[in-house]
Nanobody, 123 residues
Framework: QVQLVESGGRLVQAGDSLRLSCVSS????????LGWFRQAPGKEREFVAA????????SYPDSVKGRFTISRDNAKNTVYLQMNSLKPEDTAVYYC????????????????WGQGTQVTVSS
């Protein structure tokens, strides 16, 4: 069983940076691939970033590539999402997710989910 708790979301201005954290309970955190997704009001949940169990592989969609960085600290059971040069269109609830397989870009590829943290970017 993997429980995920996100934190770090808040109101920021366009151009600002923000780091989200997601802490996991359980002893098997290091064996799971992790992902970040976001969902804006009225829109589908979309892929933001993924990282392999070792941290050696990452992937991003073009919409955030070069601005967002996913990383993990297996000793702390934590995955991070560093977001730079934020834009109003980045406003959404951000979710972290875990699964034993790396590389999923669709929500259905992940079994465990956190409750989400709100990020609001004002113009």
């Amino acid at each position: 069983q993997v429980q995920l708790v996100e934190s770090g979301g808040r109101l920021v201005q366009a151009g600002d940076s923000l780091r989200l954290s997601c802490v996991s309970s359980g002893r098997t955190f290091s064996t799971y691939a992790l992902g970040w997704f976001r969902q804006a009001p009225g829109k589908e949940r979309e892929f933001v970033a993924a990282i392999s169990w070792s941290g050696g592989r990452t992937s991003y969609p073009d919409s955030v590539k070069g601005r967002f960085t996913i990383s993990r600290d297996n000793a702390k059971n934590t995955v991070y999402l560093q977001m730079n040069s934020l834009k109003p269109e980045d406003t959404a609830v951000y979710y972290c997710a875990a699964d034993q397989r790396y590389g999923g870009t669709y929500p259905s590829a992940y079994y465990y989910w956190g409750q989400g943290t709100q990020v609001t970017v004002s113009s």
